[in-house]
């Protein structure tokens, strides 16, 4: 089959499974090529683990420390007529370089919100690893249905209290619109708190835990985003920053429920990166083009490998793991830099559909849009035949 990017509403509707696989095969390198990692995990479980920062973790984990993976994620197979998702080539692609680096790779495909999942990585950690040191919970969703009461929870992305405005982009044309969103209710702040909160976190902590899969000392980071003032009322004073309030409360929670085996919960607070998740939130990809392009002048851009690289070495490898005053990990530190902001500050007012290109780096973001989808590499030949399974 010939695949070419179907891109419809800041969403990309198929992915490349060659193309997958060399993103997969450049961040393996980008690992190898640091050097490894000290004081890594040996067995890991990553839940999020087939795209953006999951995957990135997954690959830090076992191509920088060595460690066994099992990831657990919700990807849609190929068929003869249709392409897989991209997680779903990511995670196939993983699992073909850790078997020739005779690293354990097992992946699990389903819903993580479910008991029946949670059980089934259960039985594997118990028939394959004994347990795990290190568990990455990386989910990002719009739904979740609640495994207790079957009650089915969908996130919004809205601000909370007033309407905002505010100028976005549509990325492939370059067009830059005034647009506005209507304030979220009590009951969508809600659903979004159930969805992308921490309740599912300490669900799986504490199903693990009475499982006794988790090994002393065992560490756990979910990754949360605070972001600069452009995107404030719709991000972190919005319904989703409602949601990583709590998801970071609930570390607190977990370190204490993990007290008896020496395990602490962290959450790490990430760059802004083009993801299939960051894609559709409205500023973001507009925040993104101008944050890139300050970024790349002062040398200090990075992406998801680049970021939990540097996670997994200069922060969880550490003994004590440096946190903020709130004991919250940064890996936003350079993105939040006072000059970075400035700058990105100054340029947000001026930038015009006509100025784009000059004052941002829209190719920059398009690019990594659509290499996240396995498209828009030199390496591979789009016109040719391949064949949707890897
Ligand atoms: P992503 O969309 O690339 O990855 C999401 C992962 O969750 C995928 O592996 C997907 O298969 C999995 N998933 C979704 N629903 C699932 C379900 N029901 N069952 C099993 N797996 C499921 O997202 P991204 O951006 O890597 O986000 C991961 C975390 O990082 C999120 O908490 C996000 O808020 C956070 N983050 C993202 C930033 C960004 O700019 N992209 C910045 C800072 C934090």
Redesign the pocket.
Known sequence: MIIKPMIRNNICMNAHPEGCRRDVLDQIAYVQRQGPVENGPKRALI?????????ASRIVAGFGSGAKTLS????KEPSEKRPGTM?WYNTASYEQEAAKAGLYAKSLN????SNE?KQQVIQTIKDDLGDVDLVVY????PV?TDPQSGDVYRSVLKPIGSAFSAKSINPQTGEIKEFSIEPASDEEVEQTVKV?GGEDWILWMSALKQAGVLAKGVRTV????IGPEVTRAVYRDGTIGKA?EHLERSAGEITQTLSDIQGEAYVS??????????AVIPVVPLYLALLFKVMKEKGIHEG?IEQMDRLFRDRLGKKPVPVDEEGRIRMDDWEMRQDVQDRVNELWPQVTSESIRELGDLEGYNQDFLAIHGFGRADVNYDEDVSTVL
Request: charged share 15%.
């Open positions: 839940i999020g683990g087939s795209t953006g920062y999951g995957l657990v994620s919700f990807e997680g389903g819903d993580a919100f999942m990386s989910l990002a969703s979740r992308m979910a990754y949360s985003y990583k607070v990430n760059k802004a990166l083009v993801t299939r998740a960051s998801c």
